[in-house]
């Protein structure tokens, strides 16, 4: 019997995916386990895998259209079966099935705000090839494909080059939501470029392809874990599109930026913030780093980060104050404390954040912590981290620092009930007690502000959480013991 490859739930919020590349071709033999496609959910591009073997017969659901989770997308003729018979049997059932799951598939559970999770309006999707440029025909009223999302309307771009073309002096370009976050990340140009997806759109291999044929880049530095909102090299956004002198410009939100606009009014509405800040000097937590760069970086290529330092500092505050390692649901008015701190990192995308979490992170020492952070923001900006990299957070921490935010307040990430705001370290003149009294002294000061859910935290839980983290930068060797 065929087997139907269906849209799986790659994160725990998923209520539907978009196909954004199909790695098999109908004809091609599948393995189980083999990554087969490129799947869009609410948070990241992900790969999906096979579990059966076999040939792949049909693709029902091509890229640029969306499913429901589980919907079939795809069958695969077993050993023995006939690929064509399977092929004509999908077509004429399975496949129109699919299809129909595309259309208004309505958006369920969410999560958090900074996770980038759920989203989606339950409105149509026009695939990117389908999409009328101007003087074509619009679909009929009846058109399953009438309305179109965010995602692919954007897929036709507008750029600043005046051409004759009959779009009000501006050249139009094909190309698919995947392939414009990754030109903007990369750096490269799509006027021009050949796209190999359906109808000519560019695709993600084609930018992949042409940022290999540029002149490489000089090396940056990794950015550290707290480098997540803020890193010492920012994602990259595409210049923006002038509109003309007397006209507007309508954009629909991406899936992304809808979740975020969705949980963060849900989470402000329903969640009673307070807030609570302080200053941290930060002198001898950067001798700390300094002394950990020469130990690391020539002899191993390890460039210890101050986020590296603060981020062992967090979690060694939250085992200190286990209160704030915790989740709550509202449900059943019950709170989770966790043995194990899953700090979340907020992470800069294009179009949106997301929130990787970088597990047990209270059993690593600082080093450890730059590698595996390191590895999972660079996974997160190129959109290729694993279901269990975006879920299970205990605590989130934002870091705009490195932007030069001095101080700034972020909202709590559900079900969590804390996040942490990091702001800039500078030097700052102090007033310091001495054998002599009082002296005004040169000291690096880093503000840090504790967003907490004051359903489950009180004011003086939220202080001896900062006192702690405090005490731990001040003192590093503190973390020690």
Known sequence: MPAQITMPQLSDTMTEGMIVKWLKKEGEPVKAGEIVAEVETDKATMEMESFESGTLASITVHEGEKAAVGATIAVIAKAGEKVAEVKGSASGGSGQR?????????????????????????????????????????????????????????????????????????????????????????????????????????????????????????????????????????????????????????????????????????????????????????????????????AYEKKEGIRISIGDVVAKAVAAALKAVPQLN????????????????????????PDGLIVPVLRNIDQMGIKEIRQRSADLVDRARGQKLKREEMSGATFTVSNLGLMGIREFSAIVNPPEVGILAIGASEDKAVVRPSSTGPQVVVRNIMTVTLSCDHRVIDGAVAAAFLVALKNFLEEPAMMLV
């Open 98 to 294: 699919a299809r129909s799951a595309i259309a208004g598939a309505p958006v369920g559970a969410v999560a958090s705000a900074s996770d980038a999770t759920t989203g989606g309006t339950g409105t149509t999707t026009l695939a990117p090839e389908d999409y009328p440029e101007d003087g074509e025909a619009e679909p009929a009223e009846d058109d399953p494909h009438k309305v179109a999302s965010l995602a692919q309307a954007e897929a036709i771009s507008t750029i600043g080059k005046p051409e004759a073309d009959g779009h009000n002096g501006y050249t139009r370009i094909k190309a698919s939501p995947l392939a414009k976050r990754v030109a903007a990340e990369l750096g490269v140009v799509l006027e021009g470029l050949q796209g190999t997806g359906p109808g000519g759109r560019i695709i993600q291999s084609d930018v992949v392809t042409a940022s290999q044929k540029q002149p490489p880049k000089s090396e940056k530095s990794p950015p550290g874990l707290a480098a997540s909102a803020a890193s010492a090299s920012p994602p990259k956004a595409a210049p923006p599109t002038r509109v003309p002198t007397g006209q507007t410009e309508k954009i629909t939100l991406n899936k992304m930026r809808q979740t975020i606009a969705q949980r963060l009014q849900q989470s402000k509405q329903t969640i009673p913030h307070f807030y609570e800040t302080i200053d941290i000097d930060m002198t001898a937590a950067t001798a700390l780093r300094k002394k950990l760069v020469e």
């Open 326 to 349: 915790s989740t709550f649901d509202e449900k059943t008015m019950t709170v989770t404390r966790y043995g194990d701190v899953n700090l979340g990192m907020a992470v800069a995308l």
